[in-house]
């Protein structure tokens, strides 16, 4: 088992920056892969960044892509989020997923791939 445990949300206006943390506790941190998800009112949770066992290989939304930036700090057992640039359409909470792995290279883009989750943080962007 895992517990992840999200940080860092708020409001910020457009343009303006945050930087999420999820803190992973539990079994070994790098044995997993890590993504993390949103969900913006009346809309279902949507994919928005992933990051392989190794922290080697990171994957986006299109919508992210450019703007947001994941890491993961394995002496820490913690995966960020920096988010620049937000838009109103950020607006959501965002959730911290993690998965145990084999192979350094695996990862998953949709969120039935994930096995923990986080209880996630509110982001709100106003225009």
């Known amino acids: 088992q895992v517990q992840l445990v999200e940080s860092g949300g708020g409001l910020v206006q457009a343009g303006g920056s945050l930087r999420l943390s999820c803190a992973a506790s539990?079994?070994?941190?790098?044995?997993?892969?890590m993504a993390w998800f949103r969900q913006a009112p009346g809309k279902e949770r949507e994919f928005v960044a992933a990051i392989t066992w190794s922290g080697g290989n990171t994957y986006y939304a299109d919508s992210v892509k450019g703007r947001f930036t994941i890491s993961r700090d394995s002496a820490k057992n913690t995966v960020y989020l920096q988010m620049n640039s937000l838009k109103p359409e950020d607006t959501a909470v965002y959730y911290c997923?993690?998965?145990?792995?084999?192979?350094?290279?695996?990862?998953?883009?949709?969120?039935?791939?994930?096995?923990?989750w986080g209880q996630g943080t509110q982001v709100t962007n106003s225009s």
């Open positions: 539990g079994r070994t941190f790098s044995s997993y892969a």
């Open positions: 997923a993690a998965k145990t792995v084999q192979n350094p290279w695996d990862y998953g883009l949709t969120d039935g791939w994930y096995e923990y």
